[in-house]
């Protein structure tokens, strides 16, 4: 049975940082592509980053650039989301998903997702 269980969100000042965290029950953890994603109430779900098979090549959305920072550690099938200077406007539930393309942006390319993490950025 595949999980992904996302953990480490919460209530942040802004100009401060959190560490999400997603475990990944999923056989073959190599094979999927894993990616991050962000829904504010009353928003559609979006995109925010993304790291490849090969644990190298990433792929960010322009709001996070220069912020955020994604890894993966394949001993434990974890994978990180690193958030530095939070904006009140990265408030929302933060997502893990995964996903058997080598590439992918969008939610429709994810076969599996987790049930989500809050965090709120005050101001």
């Known amino acids: 049975q595949v999980q992904l269980v996302e953990s480490g969100g919460g209530l942040v000042q802004a100009g401060g940082s959190l560490r999400l965290s997603c475990a990944a029950s999923l056989r073959g953890f190599n094979s999927y592509t894993m990616g991050w994603f962000r829904q504010a109430p009353g928003k559609e779900r979006e995109f925010v980053a993304a790291?490849?098979?090969?644990?190298?090549?990433?792929d960010y959305a322009d709001s996070v650039k220069g912020r955020f920072t994604i890894s993966r550690d394949v001993a434990t099938n974890t994978v990180y989301l690193q958030m530095n200077s939070l904006k009140p406007e990265d408030t929302a539930a933060y997502y893990c998903?995964?996903?058997?393309?080598?590439?992918?942006?969008?939610?429709?390319?994810?076969?599996?997702w987790g049930q989500g993490t809050q965090v709120t950025v005050s101001s």
């Open positions: 998903a995964a996903s058997l393309m080598s590439q992918a942006t969008t939610g429709t390319r994810y076969n599996y």
């Open positions: 790291i490849r098979r090969s644990g190298i090549t990433t």
